[in-house]
């Protein structure tokens, strides 16, 4: 036959903002915050064109115009963030990988880029990459 079990321990509830999820914190746990800075905005139009492209190969969405009347953006934004998926893939690498902004202006913006994407040779890309200081290496 088998006893219950009593575990006392002090639980507090606590919110980190008005509407915020509420969460237990546990007496000693630690708290984890989250990473200081934010993500810059050509990191997170990178990670959204290889997840429309995949999108759009898997039949998911039928085309680039679908995604765009979804995302409430018009058809010639779309193409622009599209256009990152036209870089070489270590430039596309960099751009997901770029560290988060501290404060200020991100060092890299979508406007920048567009030069970039119109040249087909990934090898005539990097060298632009390089001349325009876009590399952050």
């Known amino acids: 036959m088998t006893r219950p079990i009593t575990l006392e321990c002090s639980i507090h509830f606590g919110r980190r903002g008005r509407g915020a999820r509420k969460e237990v914190l546990r007496g000693d746990a630690?708290?984890?915050?989250?990473p200081l800075g934010r993500i810059p905005r050509i990191t997170k139009l990178m990670a959204l064109a290889i997840k429309y492209?995949?999108?759009v190969r898997t039949g998911t969405v039928s085309d680039y115009a679908e995604l765009?009347?979804?995302g409430q953006v018009t058809r010639a934004r779309m193409t622009q963030i599209m256009n990152l998926r036209l870089l070489a893939p270590d430039i596309q690498e960099r751009l997901l990988?770029?560290?988060?902004?501290?404060?200020g202006d991100d060092p890299i913006v979508l406007r920048r880029l567009q030069p970039l994407t119109a040249v087909a040779d990934w090898s005539k890309q990097r060298k632009l990459w390089q001349h325009f200081g876009l590399a952050t290496e």
Not at 97 to 103: A, G, I
């Open 30 to 34: 630690p708290i984890v915050t989250p």
């Open 97 to 103: 990988f770029l560290q988060r902004v501290m404060h």
């Open 68 to 70: 765009a009347r979804l």
């Open 53 to 55: 492209d995949d999108l």
